[in-house]
Structures are given as structure tokens and as C-alpha cells.
């Protein structure tokens, strides 16, 4: 009956980005099947037009995940979203990412076509000793941001936080923000791509600099910015389930298995990512790397093994 069970339970192929920014670490880390030295991302679970994620096995193997929220939303609980609600990606910067900003839905919906805005979140999986995130601003007006984003003056203008595995920290739209060099992370976000570069180290991809979003970046970063550094929480790993966040877009999980543990959500459906170590769920083997959708009606999982997961949802 188990096996049975665990067959309910949708797995899917992710698919991997290069960046000027990426590295290996993805491959070593997590063990995919994917070639270079500047891979920068891994969309786990996704039904994006950039990445729409495949089902891998059961009975909608070969189905696109978009194609499941299409003609399957029972298994989504009947959701009445428009498009399936949120991404999952595992970042991993060798170097430093663009200096950046996201509108919210309201700017995005006014001043791009069929997108989202993004919120988003990130839960430090490694980093390397003395980390740091770019996270929030220094300027005290919109007049004082303009003079310091024309002027250059990014040392003055960012404000940067230290981190370490185990932070979880929200990146609310209007923040300005960028992953550096040495960390990896797991980002749950609104379904979107939509992105504002403000800075990018005159960085150059086949001899030209990537484009700038300035105008866009001045409309919709907050002013002044919030204390993010504050936001900051660091994980209790005595704990087997903690609620990291809940907003108006997700809420975000973290499950720490150690040999048994049983886990079930009051929610329509659930999106995971086994992040640490490997076991199985209802008998199903599930190791690091792994991304897969707990669909409605599930009910109760029984985790085995020593693993760590990173769930989200729609908030109750």
C-alpha cells in the first residue's frame, strides 16, 4: 500500500542555467548530470515558460508541469490560481550576481506583459566563511537614491549582511538585493523571471556589458529601506519542522528528518526539495537533489532516513 502511496507523489526534471556567475558547485554538490563550469541555477520545480519542469515517472511521466495545472487541477486542490503560483531554484554563485531590484505585481502588471512581479526568499544551504549578501540601501530619499545610482556611488549606496547555512531571509519586491560569490541557496519565489539590474561590475558576456534597467530600478525600489539585516532568521536544527515565512505569497517550511518522521500538511498541495542527505518517503528513495510536488489529499508522509527538506504552499 505504501508504494502504491508514494506513486501519488510528482517528481520532476530539473532544468540548469549558465551565468557569468556560476561555477560547479551544483554538480558537486548535488550530483546532476550537467556539463560546464558556469552553472548558475537549477530550476527544480517550475512551470515557467523559461523552464516548464517534466514529470519524471508515475502516471503523468512525460507531462509538463504547466500541463498538469491545465487539465489536472484536482491535483492542485482546485486552485484558482491563473498559473501555477510559485518557482523553486537552487542558486549557486561562484562570483558575484548583478546588483538588483523586483517590482511587485502591480508595477509589473502595469509596465510589463503577462508577468508577475517577484517575491522571493532564500535559505542558505553553504557558504563560505565570511559571507555576505547584498540586502537593502543606504539613501534616506528618492532624490538621494537617483544622485547615488547616476554617481556610481555603490560602495555608499549598499548595504551588506553577513550570513551563514541555515539563515532564511525574505527579499520583498522593491529591495535591493544580490547573492555574492561562495553562497548557495535554495529561492522560493513567485512564479516570475521579471529582474531590474542596477549594477553588474561592468562585467562584459561575448564582449558587450548586460543590459540595465535603471529608470525601472528608481520607479520601484522602496526609499527608505527596510532594516532587512533584521529579518534575518537563523534556523534551530533542534527543531523537525519550522514555519520560516508566511505571506500573502507562499509559506515556506523547513523539515529536518532524523531515522523516522511522520508530516502532513493542511494544504491543497505542497512543493519540496530534499536540500541534505537522502531516505525515503513512503518507501519511495528520495536523496539531495531531489524536487518533487506532494499533490491534494495526500495525507500523512513517513519520512525515513537522515535528509533535510525545504516545503512551500499557497498560505492557508
Not at 548530470?33 to 508515475?58: F, L, Q, T
Not at 528608481?218 to 527596510?226: A, C
Not at 507562499?250 to 500538511?265: A, K, Q, S, T, W
Request: net charge negative.
Amino acid at each position: 500500500m505504501n508504494q502504491v502511496k508514494s506513486e501519488k507523489l510528482i517528481f520532476l526534471r530539473p532544468g540548469f542555467y549558465h551565468s557569468i556567475w556560476g561555477g560547479t558547485k551544483l554538480r558537486t554538490m548535488f550530483g546532476y548530470d550537467e556539463p560546464g563550469d558556469d552553472i548558475g541555477e537549477c530550476w527544480g520545480i517550475s512551470a515557467h515558460p523559461k523552464h516548464d519542469c517534466e514529470v519524471i515517472s508515475g502516471p503523468f511521466a512525460g507531462k509538463l508541469l504547466s500541463e498538469l495545472w491545465r487539465e489536472h487541477r484536482e491535483l492542485f486542490g482546485d486552485s484558482s490560481e491563473t498559473v501555477f503560483p510559485i518557482l523553486t531554484k537552487i542558486i549557486s554563485a561562484q562570483s558575484d550576481l548583478s546588483i538588483q531590484v523586483h517590482p511587485d505585481d502591480d508595477y509589473a502588471s502595469d509596465h510589463e506583459t503577462g508577468t508577475l512581479g517577484k517575491t522571493e526568499c532564500w535559505y542558505i544551504l553553504d557558504a563560505e566563511p565570511g559571507s555576505q549578501l547584498v540586502a537593502g540601501h543606504n539613501a534616506k530619499s528618492r532624490e538621494e537614491l537617483c544622485e547615488m545610482i547616476d554617481g556610481g556611488r555603490w560602495d555608499e549606496l549598499i548595504r551588506r549582511i553577513d550570513i551563514a547555512p541555515g539563515d532564511f531571509i525574505q527579499i520583498e519586491p522593491g529591495t535591493v538585493h544580490a547573492i555574492c560569490g561562495g553562497v548557495t541557496l535554495l529561492e522560493t519565489q513567485e512564479n516570475s523571471d521579471i529582474t531590474y539590474r542596477i549594477y553588474d561590475y561592468d562585467r562584459l558576456v561575448d564582449g558587450k556589458p548586460r543590459e540595465l534597467h535603471l529608470q525601472q530600478a528608481k520607479d520601484v525600489i522602496t526609499v527608505p529601506s527596510r532594516d532587512v539585516a533584521s529579518m534575518v532568521i537563523h534556523d534551530d536544527p533542534s527543531e523537525d519542522v519550522i514555519k520560516l515565512i508566511s505571506c500573502k505569497e507562499y509559506e515556506v517550511y523547513r523539515i529536518n528528518c532524523h531515522d523516522n518522521l511522520g508530516v502532513e500538511f493542511d494544504r491543497p498541495f505542497m512543493l519540496m526539495s530534499v536540500v541534505d542527505g537522502s531516505g525515503s518517503i513512503d518507501e519511495r528513495p528520495v536523496k539531495k537533489g531531489d524536487h518533487f510536488i506532494v499533490p491534494s489529499g495526500y495525507g500523512l508522509l513517513s519520512l525515513t532516513g537522515e535528509m533535510k527538506i525545504i516545503a512551500s504552499c499557497l498560505p492557508g
